[in-house]
């Protein structure tokens, strides 16, 4: 079965750090491209940051260019997304999706296999 599990969410302070990983069972993420998406209470789901298959393609939303950053280590069956100087509006579920496109996208069409998303809190 198909399954991608997110890790690594948590109680911040501002201008903190987290790094989410989100490890794939029942599949090799490989010849996946990868999404992290979030989700604020009361506001629809937004595109985070996503990766191409190879990893060669990185795409961000404007709101984390230069805070964040996402990777993939292949062997380890796993995607991370390095957040750094975390804000309060940064506050959500965060969410990794998979499909197996070697182009990956900021829509949430774009996947068909999510996972169950890790809670990131930015407060004092």
């Known amino acids: 079965q198909l399954q991608l599990v997110e890790s690594g969410g948590g109680l911040v302070q501002p201008g903190g750090s987290l790094r989410l990983s989100c490890e794939a069972s029942?599949?090799?993420?490989?010849?996946?491209?990868i999404g992290w998406f979030r989700q604020a209470p009361g506001k629809e789901r937004e595109g985070v940051s996503c990766?191409?298959?190879?990893?060669?393609?990185?795409s961000y939303a404007d709101s984390v260019k230069g805070r964040f950053t996402i990777s993939r280590d292949n062997a380890k069956n796993t995607v991370y997304l390095q957040m750094n100087s975390l804000k309060p509006d940064d506050t959500a579920v965060y969410y990794c999706?998979?499909?197996?496109?070697?182009?990956?996208?900021?829509?949430?069409?774009?996947?068909?296999?999510w996972g169950q998303g890790t809670q990131v809190t930015v407060s004092l």
């Open positions: 990766i191409s298959t190879s990893g060669g393609i990185t």
């Open positions: 029942g599949f090799t993420l490989d010849s996946y491209a």
């Open positions: 999706a998979a499909d197996s496109y070697y182009y990956c996208s900021g829509y949430l069409s774009w996947y068909n296999y």
